[in-house]
Structure formats: structure tokens, C-alpha cells
């Protein structure tokens, strides 16, 4: 059931379109027996409501960090920050319609409280130009772990949700592959360090905020999975071999070389490469 997802047009250059609303979801349709059996999307989607709940302390981040520059910080505030927001409102309102007895609110806010100690301006990339890269491939992560979970499950509602976060992450990441450029025209870096910065920041997707989520999500799964033997290190490790296994090569590999902007003929000898680095730096 694999999605062929398209990249080469730019974002503006596509007539607009209403984005989807949470009101569109049938939550009340969800297929619970064909899901709530499934202790990997039990962690993968509850973590992923912590995050990206989570969003605001980050959007203020980035937006301060880009405060000499108007356009992006007004897209950061209007636009990406309020669909991060609806991904976890609606992610929250799924794992809630499936698994009720989970103490969500009590599980996010001690996610929270050690999440937002992580969340500082310090911790951006005090080149911009490089921020916009580290900020492409956590879109590009994002992407494909959305991308990933959806063809884990046959559940209509799921997959639908899934598929608009997956999307809206695509666009997350035109939106910062065009501020890139054009930071890019008025004060270009070196290729060398745009590659440096992608690698560095791929590494760290290993030992992302999902750590943390998932950590507070086993803590608090009551009765949950409570016959199941695995322990956190356990479910941490799944919960990696899943999403490195299942891992969209091609289409994480053709968002990773974007910000490169290398000719298309050495972008196309560079794929096979950047594949094999790419699935080894997120191998388990």
C-alpha cells in the first residue's frame, strides 16, 4: 500500500486548498478491534500525541530565533505551529477514542514537564542558514514516520489522519526548504557545511524527543499491554526497528538531498549513497 508522495513543485506554485479540519475525521467510525490490540501503535501514536502537542514551546523557539526575519516568523506563528497543534488534538482524540482508560492528560503533562527543559532557544543551530537544514530533515523524519505508521494499520480513520499529517509534513518541509534558498541567496554557506549539518542532524534522530515520550507513555500504561514481557529498553528498541525498517528510503532520500541544491544529474548519482548512509545512521 505504498504512497508515491511528489516533491520537485514548490508549495506556492499549487492552487490553494481548504486544509483539512478535525471536524472531517469520524472518530466515531474507528474500527477499534483492528487496532487496539497493536502494542507498537500503542506506543508509536500516544508518543507522538505528546509531541506533537508539545509543538508551541518549540514554534516560540524557532520564531525567536528568526525574529529579523518577517516572513518566516509569521509562517512559523500562523501557519506551522497551529498545524502541529491540530496534529496532536486530533492524535490525542484517536488514541483517546481507542484506548479510554489511558490517563493521558496526567501522562503529557510529566512528559511535558521534562520536555520543556529541553526545548530552548540554545539548543537551535546558531547559524540560521543550518537551522533551516537540521529543520528539513526533522520534517523529513517526520514525513516518514508518519508515513511509516499508516501502512502499519488497515484502520480507515487512522490511516486517513495519518495520511493529512504525513502531507502536512511534506509541506512543512517546502515551506523550509524555500527559506533556506533564500537565506541561501543573500549570504550563501558552503555546500560542506550543508552536508556536515545534515549528517549531524540525522545522527540525532536516533535520540529524538520521542525518547523522552515514550518513557512517560510506558510509565503511566495502567493495565495496558500489562501481560506484555517487554520492558521500556524493549519497547524503545521496537519502536526503532519498526519505523528503521519500515523506513521510506526513496522518499527520505530524495528530501534529504534537496537542501544540498546540487545539479539533478549528481543529485541522481548521489541517491544510492545517501540511501545506504541514511538506512545505516537509522538502523537499530
Known sequence: MSTQIPLGTD???QPERGHWQIDDLDFDAIERSAIEDNEDLFY???SAS??????ETYAANLAEHYSEYPE???WLRDRWESEELQ??????????AVWPEFPWQK???SFF??????CTVEELHPDRHLEMVARCVVETGTTAYYHTLREQSDEPVLRELLGNIRNDEVGHFKHFLKYFKQLQENAPVARTRIAGALYARLKELRESDSDVALRHVYAH??????QSQHSFADIAQRAYELISSQLPADLAVRMLLKPLLLPARLEGYLHAPIARLATRVMAP
Not at 50 to 55: L, Y
Not at 87 to 95: C, E, F, K, N, Q
Open 11 to 13: 508549495q506556492n506554485e
Open 44 to 46: 508509536l501514536l500516544m
Open 50 to 55: 505528546f509531541i506533537e502537542t508539545g509543538s
Open 72 to 74: 518566516i516568523t509569521a
Open 87 to 96: 496534529h496532536g488534538t486530533a492524535l490525542r482524540r484517536y488514541v483517546e
Open 107 to 109: 501522562a503529557y503533562d
Open 113 to 118: 514537564d521534562e520536555y520543556s527543559k529541553l
Open 221 to 226: 500504561r495502567g493495565n495496558y499491554f500489562a
